[in-house]
């Protein structure tokens, strides 16, 4: 239901995935009625099976939706049975606001129920969401939160002067429920529980609503609204400040079966293709290389050193303005040639950074605005932003013309030349994505207590529709690339975007999601982890970093100084654990006390003769692994199976310290996770370690033969459900695994 030429794109993605299929369904339960309609006044709620256990709920007062609204749900899902496909607004059963009616899809149940007791004079009937045990039993995961006389649970406010409205939608949850996912937000929380998170884009922050919940269920929030999600300790609620349209799926899985509710989540939202085998090399930037000669040495000297390299980065201000999607010719002379020679030294691919901003300036800008391809805002077409000392509006990515003007220039200016990755930086939507205006005079005033541009767009308002943004700016390159390469959607992908934010379903689309321009201190490090075991949550397997943090801590004096011992160990640490998150990527805006290139450098031989033999030992390591990534990629594609594995995923069952570790989001949990099905991975986060305590979680039942753990450089193997404290040199990272060191190597782990 979504601009048009991505829903088709989008459709002919879950063809490919239903292909995949491997659950029997010969023996699932299919559902046993095809919706329902419940009126209750001015008020209508549409509830459809969907997927496997799964339900669509859609509702509206007064006006019913017109087809045209955003969706970011898979219609029909990846898997499923056929008439659980939610694909119109069909029911086969209307019931009023007393009636009792219940549908079953598989395991899941949604009933209707009325706060008063069914058969009571209330008309306030309300959805409840039960799981299907193996045994018979039920279980309610939760159900619409309606204490009496509490604010009604489906609720709708007009506060405009159009029909929009604001909802906010109130569910029951229990104190010792777990929140797993919400996108990413740089708070050291796995469990989410407690929080309140606002649901607008910033640098770093990408608040999603999505969530698997330890009672069984997975949820989504299918609005492109801002708003916010809140998890307390009795309601959790969602609310989207001007919408036309609620519409939220749940699915379930058995008790502490998160690789199945994750499966059933992804059918919902769409599954990743499989990446670049080079891309799951060493990925190398800096902010910035400033010209086609500094660019070549660049490959020279990786190619001198002997070191293996995958990608190449061109960073921002490699253009003479914003918004011609072009390098200037004056510092960029010959790309094509360059991108020769690049891969004849390297064999490395390269990628270039790209701004969704337009100044006066640029020669885009006159057909821009005329055509009108350019963000506005509610006061007129007004500036969004400011950058370097130049106003900018933003390219609307929610517009598919101007999608496509935009591709029409990256094609001409560089993909035809041999630059076919793109860094899509500032994508957060509204402005340039930092949570204060006027970006580029930011020196003396760093928080400016003003709302945001309020922008409008061809889709809608910042408000109504600002959570799109990112992702339709993902969609734009997507498109773009598959048209270029004449493939389609869910196919495997020749290059890639790197994108700062992204949304629902943003793993189907060839582009990494990292964490943001992070600052270059111990504290940050350890930050990422968390936030990296949220989006793998929400779903966004092909997560990456910047490697040693993007920017100084103007408190820390060493912090990204590559001349300062303090920050080339952390930048060490930071680098070892890299090798085990799904993309390698080095990059930052670093400090130096010696200069000899127009930014600090950044590349592997820079942090030290002590260092250069470890960095580029974890470089040739990530190689090493090259079988077993393309395996657990190939997993994620094929049913969701995720990638970074936060511990509740593979030890709930085996291990109650793990439950009862991931509800305090303490440390282990938060700073411990699987990369992939074998290697347990905890990085250093603290300096001048020597040793490292790591719990290793119970395996298995000690009865059914529970697998020991290795210890990668030693050897040493230890038993699960206990502290262990490892050497932890500066060389080591500290790294389990289970099974044999050669089935990692050879990707035999499924
Ligand atoms: C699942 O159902 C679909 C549609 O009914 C059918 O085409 C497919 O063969 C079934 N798959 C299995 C494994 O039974
Ligand atoms: C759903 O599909 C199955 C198989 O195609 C069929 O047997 C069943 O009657 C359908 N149920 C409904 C409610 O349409
Ligand atoms: C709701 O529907 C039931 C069953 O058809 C009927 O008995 C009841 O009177 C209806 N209630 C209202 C308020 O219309
Ligand atoms: C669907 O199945 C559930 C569970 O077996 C049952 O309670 C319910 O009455 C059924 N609903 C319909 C519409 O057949
Ligand atoms: C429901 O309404 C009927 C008719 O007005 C009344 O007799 C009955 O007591 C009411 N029931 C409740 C639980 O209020
Ligand atoms: C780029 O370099 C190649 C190889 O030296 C040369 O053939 C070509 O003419 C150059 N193109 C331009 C635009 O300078
Ligand atoms: C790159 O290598 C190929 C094959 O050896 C060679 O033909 C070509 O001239 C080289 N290109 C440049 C720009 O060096
Ligand atoms: C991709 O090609 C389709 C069909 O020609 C076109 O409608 C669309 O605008 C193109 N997308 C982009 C981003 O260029
Ligand atoms: C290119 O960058 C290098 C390194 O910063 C610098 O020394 C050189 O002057 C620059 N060359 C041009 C043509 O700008
Ligand atoms: C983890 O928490 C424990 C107890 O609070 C603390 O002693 C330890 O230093 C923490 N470890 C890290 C790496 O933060
Ligand atoms: C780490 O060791 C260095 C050198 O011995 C010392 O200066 C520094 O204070 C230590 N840092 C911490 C956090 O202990
Ligand atoms: C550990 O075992 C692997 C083979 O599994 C071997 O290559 C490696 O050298 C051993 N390491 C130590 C420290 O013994």
Known sequence: MLLNSLLVAVLSCS?????????????YFRPNSTGFRLQHGFETVVVQPYGYDGFRVRAWPFRPPNGNEISFLMDPPVEGPSNATAS??????????????VIRNGNTLVKTYSTLGVGDNTTQVRLAFYRLNGD????????????????????YSWNGPGYEFFTAYSFSTTSDEQIYGTGTQQDHMVNKKGQTIDLINFNTHIPTPLFMSSRGYGFIWNSAAEGEMEFGTLRNRFTSKSTTLVDYAITSAPAGDYDTLQRRLSAMTGRAPLPPDWSLGYLHSKLRYENQTEFIQLAQNFHNYGI??????????????????????GLWPNVSYMAEVVKNLTGAEIMASLWPSVEDASDNYNTMQVDGYLSATRSGPGTTDSWNGSYIRNYDATNPAARSFLWSNLYEHYYLNGIKNFWIDQADGGNLGEAYENNGQSNYI??????LADVLYHAGTQMSVGKLYPWAHQAAIEEGLRNATGTQMGQPCDSLSLSRSGYIGSQRFCSMIWSGDTTAVWETLSAQVASGLSAASTGWGWWTLDIGGFQADPTVPWSNNIDEDAYRELYVRWQQWATFLPFMRNHGSRACNFQDAYT???????YGANNTPIVVSYINLRYQLANYLKAIFTQFSTTGRM????????????????????QNNSNVTTQQYMFGPRLLVTPVTLPNATQWSVYLPQTGAASAGAQPWTYWWTNVTYAGGQYVTVPAPLEHVPLFHLGTRADVFSGNVF
């Open 15 to 27: 063809v490919i995935a239903n292909a995949q299929a491997a659950l029997s369904n010969s023996t």
């Open 446 to 451: 760093t928080s400016i207590p003003y709302p």
């Open 308 to 329: 293996p390299v995958s990608l190449l980065v061109i960073d921002y201000q490699s253009w003479a303005h914003q918004g011609d999607w072009a390098l200037d010719p």
């Open 600 to 606: 600090c450098n950044n590349e592997p031989w820079t």
């Open 643 to 662: 990638i970074m594995r936060p511990l509740f995923m593979d030890f709930s069952t085996t291990d109650p310290n793990v439950v009862a570790m991931t």
């Open 88 to 101: 119109a607004l069909t029911y086969d059963t209307t019931i009023n606001g007393t009636q009792f009616f």
């Open 136 to 155: 018979g039993s039920q279980t309610l995961l939760t159900n619409e939160y309606a204490p009496l006389k509490a604010l009604n649970p489906r609720y």
